[in-house]
Structure formats: C-alpha cells, structure tokens
C-alpha cells in the first residue's frame, strides 16, 4: 500500500475463553488508519475458527489473499484460486537469507525498515489496546501518544 506507517489505531478485546489468571487478553481486533484513506484490520483469537494454520488474510476488491509459513493462495473475485506453495519452511529460509546477507555484505530480502515500520504499527494497536483510548505515534518525539 506504499505507507509506511498508521496515522492512528482502536484496539479492543479481552479474555474470553482462557481465564487462567492470564493477564494478556486471548482475543484481539485493531483498526488502523493510514492517510491513503484505508484501514488496516487486525483480528487474534484462540477461539475455535475453520482454518487452523496460522495466517495472514488480505482482501481486497481484486480478491484475497491468505499467506502461511507453507505458501500463499489468491481467489480472485471469479475464477479458480492460484496456490503457491513454499519450496522449503519459510522461517528457515528468512534465517539463511540474514546469515548470507552478513555473510555477503549485501542487503537481506527483508529491508530492515520494513521490519521496523511494521513494529510501529503493532507498538500502536498495543498501546491502544491497553490504554481503551484511541492511539498515533508522533514521529519527531519517537512517541505513542494518546489521541
């Protein structure tokens, strides 16, 4: 989506099913904005669901997209679906992707500030979690504040 990171987040959710004397909740849903006009929306439960494997769901108006550590799937609106699947376990291959990255003195696949801008979005949908309040990062002051 070309943004590199959320305007602001809403998470809520809460302990549902595990109540164990667990602090951290066992289901979770964030909103977050980004300034392209869209919203990124993230939902995690140990509830009973379909698909077991864990997994990321895209979908668009173009069709979704589901990624696990064995591949990816893509269902367009019509037609069949396209499955790809990995050639060898996907956190294996991102170790040795690092190690030779090192080992070569060249970039890894993964740039480092694709890593660090998705922790921003996550450090955001935390913190509005656990403050119930509505949450942006201030970019100057390397702050989450609340909104």
Excluded at 11 to 40: C, H, M, Q
Aim: hydrophobic share 40%.
């Amino acid at each position: 989506m070309e943004e590199a990171r959320p305007l602001d987040a809403v998470a809520t959710g809460g302990i549902y099913r595990l109540a164990d004397g667990r602090e951290n909740p066992d289901t979770v849903s964030a909103v977050l904005r980004y300034a392209k006009n869209w919203n990124f929306v993230f939902e995690c439960s140990i509830l009973p669901i379909a698909n077991v494997a864990p997994s990321v769901v895209f979908q668009g108006t173009k069709g979704s997209l589901q990624m696990t550590r064995a591949g990816f799937v893509f269902q367009p609106p019509s037609g069949a679906p396209v499955e790809v699947r990995a050639e060898m376990d996907l956190d294996q291959a991102h170790a040795i992707d690092w190690l030779d990255a090192i080992d070569q003195g060249r970039a890894p696949s993964a740039p480092l500030t694709a890593g660090l801008n998705a922790c921003k979005a996550v450090h955001l949908a935390r913190a509005a979690y656990w403050t119930g309040k509505r949450t942006h990062y201030d970019e100057p002051a390397s702050k989450i504040l609340e909104t």
